[in-house]
T-cell receptor
């Protein structure tokens, strides 16, 4: 096990609602990144947080936002949910701020279904 | 052209055979390369990093060809437990952007 925990494991929402997903990083890791994985696709990078600041973002609209807390845990918020937001949302932590060069430790993910 | 492209498969390979996957990337500024393995309904896990000189870890060999912008993964003496989806990952230090391929599905047949 990686030590990265995500909650909840499954979630069902309706179109237009808002959702908050949570991630606790592995002990000693200060960088958290979030990914969206649709069925049959690879994970798509949403954004990354290092020491409470966003320091990298993929091609996702502003309704996808996040936070990182002083204990390095993180939240992903999605507003105005759309049907296409249905996916597995993965959180990954890494030890020292440069996730591009580091091994990513993934949590088990949150399966979000938007009806 | 997609940023990272992989043959989706599935590759159906008999146990004990050798199988190879390729992955191409479009951005020549890419600096870090990895192979991850993802089992069905599970999270991805790092299989190996890929270095310019090529690297080997047991039955697994990874190669990087910067001139042609592709990386490869070779699995020798395949085992049933190798059945999984193999994800190619390319990263650029600038903006810490990390790009996953769609993955290649491998089924090892008894």
């Amino acid at each position: 096990e990686t030590g990265v925990t995500q909650s909840p494991t499954h979630l069902i929402k309706t179109r237009g609602q808002q959702v908050t997903l949570r991630c606790s990083s592995q002990s000693g890791h200060n960088t958290v990144s979030w990914y969206q994985q649709a069925l049959g696709q690879g994970p798509q990078f949403i954004f990354q947080y290092y020491r409470e600041e966003e320091n990298g973002r993929g091609n996702f609209p502003p309704r996808f936002s996040g936070l990182q807390f002083p204990n390095y845990s993180s939240e992903l918020n999605v507003n105005a949910l759309e049907l296409d937001d249905s996916a597995l949302y993965l959180c990954a932590s890494s030890p020292s701020g440069g996730a591009a060069n580091e091994k990513l430790f993934f949590g088990s993910g949150t399966q979000l279904s938007v009806l | 052209r997609k940023e990272v492209e992989q043959d989706p498969g599935p590759f159906n390979v008999p146990e004990g055979a050798t199988v190879a996957f390729n992955c191409t990337y479009s951005n020549s500024a890419s600096q870090s390369f990895f192979w991850y393995r993802q089992d069905c309904r599970k999270e991805p896990k790092l299989l190996m990093s890929v270095y310019s000189s090529g690297n080997e870890d047991g039955r697994f060999t990874a190669q990087l060809n910067r001139a042609s912008q592709y990386i490869s993964l070779l699995i020798r003496d395949s085992k049933l437990s190798d059945s999984a989806t193999y994800l190619c990952v390319v990263a650029m230090n600038r903006d810490d952007k990390i790009i996953f391929g769609k993955g290649t599905r491998l089924h090892i047949l008894p």
